[in-house]
């Protein structure tokens, strides 16, 4: 890798000698007007002076110490990516204390402290706890900041920067999780963490320990021993997120001699899927129902399985080494032997390969199925990207499947985003364009014009604004696809437009009056989300982006009054009972 050293140095070549960089060749070429003028003892002084400037400046390259580079945010000094792991202290830097300067002013570093306690309030000493960015791009390795809890359960987390778009990250979604033996696994969301002077406490509250076990059984219904059982998906404050790396040694398990794993921390009500990772199925993915009310003990009947072979094609070979490909497989609705009732879901298959230096790959086992995921992990500067199979391949039980993928150019699309109501540009608007099949796509920013550009493959494209929250716009109803042809030259597209909001305040009461705490009430207008809104211990609530152009009686409403307690419009689980100030009644 090509070595920067700034504009000051000098390159060194071997044995060769010093060779000056083309910021000091372009200053040595105004001292001939020097020399050629008739020098002055003045005019020897300032020359003496350069000369003596560029010698010093050059010194530290003269003896093989390159000139320090500025660091970019979010890495270290190697250029590798700062995923909290302190560096080197440098003496008299900006925040040393030899400055005179407070380290507590260091804005890079936020604090999330916070206590651990059950659900009666009472402290929990020595819990484990974690910080998870979780990403959803394989590129992108989770980062785990993990501490313990004090014995009054008082707990302080040191948060690095989020890595930033430039490290693989498309968007970051964080939450803090704790776990203590005895107890379930916990989390809650830190909301915006603060610097140093003003840090914000957070309370991760654990549930009691489960009866919660599975039983793993091979295709031919006996148990299988000795396997890994690792959570992977879990309802984290309303939302499904990733198990941190740290915890699943804590909260997984192997199965024993009857294929039977005892998951205590495992809440039948916050588990959503597992990994099950054995030499002779391979890793297969069991989802479950999130309800309290499932059994103590579930099944997992794992598949049999197959082989893969693929091939990435392309016009130069470096294009094709070294591609990260995850396959997934899931058995396809009605090719079971039975009618098909989901859940319970079948296991689905999973695997991760990389391309040898000749574009190949080999899946030696995974699931039999139909193809129900594919994605490829590679160098995003390359002017190419594979041409993925489509979703109606079946791999067979017992069979060898050869795949290829081809890798195809990409070409220039241009596009805009507008307000509807103003005509005005949105700059700096994310936006996720869509090409190609599965999860194939890329991530722009409109300029200050609202203008941006992409790279496609041709074909169906279409446009997802990701950040409109942070606007009053949204856009309302299905992005529509276009077609991009193959030989298109810098091909424009419809501009987005995007229509403008407004919050609706309110109040949602039960069919006796009295105020509904803690409840999910979503508003939808002709079957398109418009917004969301948690009440409040007083039932009020506030839906942050309504459309300007509608009524609120105009739009339906959906109450979620827990995870498994839902109310609609439709079967007069909610109604309107007045429009301004508005209050939607809800029966309990």
């Not at 970051?172 to 776990?179: F, K, P």
């Not at 040694?249 to 495992?266: H, I, K, N, S, W």
């Not at 391949?393 to 699309?413: S, W």
Request: glycine fraction near 8%; charged fraction near 25%.
């Amino acid at each position: 890798m090509k070595t920067s050293f700034g504009p000051w140095a000098t390159a060194m070549r071997g044995e060769m000698n010093p060779t000056l960089s083309a910021f000091w060749k372009q200053r040595l070429m105004m001292l001939p007007r020097v020399h050629r003028s008739k020098p002055t003892m003045a005019r020897r002084a300032v020359f003496g002076l350069c000369v003596v400037g560029l010698l010093t400046c050059a010194l530290p390259t003269l003896r093989g110490e390159p000139a320090a580079e500025p660091a970019v945010p979010g890495t270290q000094q190697d250029g590798s990516p700062n995923l909290g792991v302190p560096g080197p202290k440098q003496s008299g830097g900006p925040d040393s204390p030899a400055t005179g300067k407070n380290p507590e002013k260091d804005t890079d570093v936020k604090l999330i402290r916070g206590r651990v306690v059950d659900q009666q309030g009472k402290s929990i000493a020595g819990a484990r706890l974690w910080y998870a960015y979780a990403f959803n791009k394989y590129s992108s390795k989770p980062l785990d900041v993990e501490t313990s809890s004090d014995a009054e359960g008082r707990f302080t987390l040191e948060i690095p920067p989020a890595p930033t778009k430039e490290e693989g990250i498309r968007r970051v979604s964080s939450s803090v999780w704790a776990y203590s033996p005895e107890h379930c696994l916990g989390s809650t969301y830190p909301g915006n963490t603060r610097v140093k002077k003003d840090p914000r406490e957070v309370r991760v509250e654990l549930a009691p320990a489960t009866d919660t076990s599975l039983v793993v059984l091979d295709p031919d219904g006996r148990p299988v021993t000795g396997v890994l059982v690792e959570p992977v998906h879990y309802l984290a404050h309303g939302a499904y997120a990733l198990v941190p790396d740290g915890a699943k040694p804590l909260v997984g398990g192997q199965t024993d001699a009857e294929g039977r794993v005892r998951l205590p921390a495992m809440a039948r009500d916050h588990l959503a899927s597992v990994w099950v990772t054995t030499k002779a199925y391979g890793v297969q993915t069991q989802r479950f129902t999130v309800k309290a009310t499932e059994p103590a003990e579930r099944t997992i009947h794992l598949r049999p399985v197959c082989r893969i072979e693929g091939r990435v094609i392309a016009e130069k070979p470096e294009w094709a080494r070294g591609i990260r490909i995850v396959f997934t497989t899931e058995q396809a609705w009605g090719t079971g032997p039975e009618p098909e009732h989901r859940p319970p879901w079948p296991a689905e298959g999973r695997a991760d390969v990389t391309t040898n230096d000749e574009g190949r790959c080999v899946v030696p086992i995974i699931a039999e199925g139909r193809l129900s995921m594919i994605e490829t992990v590679l160098d995003e500067k390359l002017p190419v990207r594979p041409e993925l199979p489509p979703r109606s391949v079946d791999f067979v039980a017992g069979e060898t499947t050869v795949l290829a993928l081809p890798m195809l150019p990409l070409v220039d699309i241009r596009g805009s985003i507008l307000a509807e109501d103003t005509g005005k540009p949105l700059p700096g608007v994310e936006i996720h364009v869509y090409y190609g099949t599965f999860r194939q796509g890329t991530d722009v920013v409109s300029d200050a014009k609202g203008r941006f550009t992409a790279r496609v493959l041709p074909g169906r494209v279409r446009f997802q604004p990701m950040n409109l929250y942070k606007t009053k716009y949204l856009q309302f109803g299905q992005p529509p696809w276009y077609d991009v042809p193959e030989d298109a030259d810098d091909f424009e597209l419809p501009p987005i437009e995007v229509v403008p909001s407004e919050p609706l305040d309110g109040r949602l009461v039960d069919q006796d009056d009295r105020p509904v705490a803690d409840a999910r009430v979503i508003a939808y207008y002709a079957n398109w989300l418009c917004s969301t809104a948690k009440t409040d211990k007083d039932g009020r609530l506030t839906l942050r982006k309504m459309l300007v152009s509608i009524d609120p009686d105009e739009a339906t409403y959906r109450v979620k009054l827990g995870i498994e307690e839902r109310r609609f419009m439709r079967n007069g689980g909610v109604e309107i009972i007045q429009a301004d100030p508005f209050v939607l009644r809800v029966k309990r």
